[in-house]
């Protein structure tokens, strides 16, 4: 039976799956620049996704010779090349589709579509962001926390990582509404290109976000304020190897402390 950390990207891959794919049809059919940064967005987010999912599974594989502490830390460099690959190309897509936009005005051929396929995309995003949000606030009450705070500290880069891409496409999802619909009341198509430049810094702010949080737990991991309650615990263990375990592996929802 699949943990938290793990059913939660299974309903990010499904909710982005979809939504990429409505995007994708939405753009080629009308044209609009800001539906396809948000399109790319969304194929970034699927990505990175199945690169959560790998280092889920090769994250807890069994200890052995080699690796007597377990293989937890390679969830971190999963999520730095997540991070870094996928969210950068997406950011170079979308910032180049604004640019282009607002050098060369184009025409959105049907507002009604685009805004019936960026509706349910929003309420999909919502679905998942709610799955995240969720499991992360069960977390952030264990260890009186609060949500913004617990994003920042966890040490599981799967559930730092969805949450924070889901907030990022929902917001997407509200900047390339409002384009739509200032092109549509001004006639002009400029608002579609900034919402397209928008979209692309908030791929690179959260890109260099997860990177930093990746790199820092990857090349030294350690524990985050407000956790040392539950080191105190852990040292009070007779076995040292099970402590040493802890410290070299992200933290799952589901692991008691």
Known sequence: MPNDSTRTVLVA???????ALAKVGTAVFTGSSAVAAQASESLADTAND?????AERRGRRRPDDQHPL??????????????????F???????????????????????????VVLGISAVLDLV?????????IRRARRYRRDLLEESRVTSDPTMRTVFTSDLASVAGDVIALAALALNQ??????PQGIAAVLIALVLIRLSLRLSSAATTSWSAPGLAPG?????????SLSHSGQLKRRWYEPLSSGTPV
Do not use: C, K, N
């Open 70 to 87: 377990g293989y937890g830390r390679e969830a971190y460099f999963w999520a730095l090349i997540s991070a870094i690959g996928v969210l």
């Open 50 to 54: 199945v690169f959560l999912l790998i």
């Open 227 to 235: 956790s040392r309650r539950a080191a105190m615990l852990l040292a």
């Open 13 to 19: 891959i499904g909710a982005d799956l979809g939504v």
């Open 128 to 136: 998942s962001f709610r799955q995240s949000g969720g499991q992360l």
């Open 185 to 190: 009341i001004t006639g002009s198509s400029i």
């Open 89 to 115: 190309a997406a950011a170079a897509f979308s910032l180049r589709a604004g640019i282009e936009e607002l050098i060369h005005p184009g025409i959105t051929s049907s507002f009604t579509v685009a805004y």
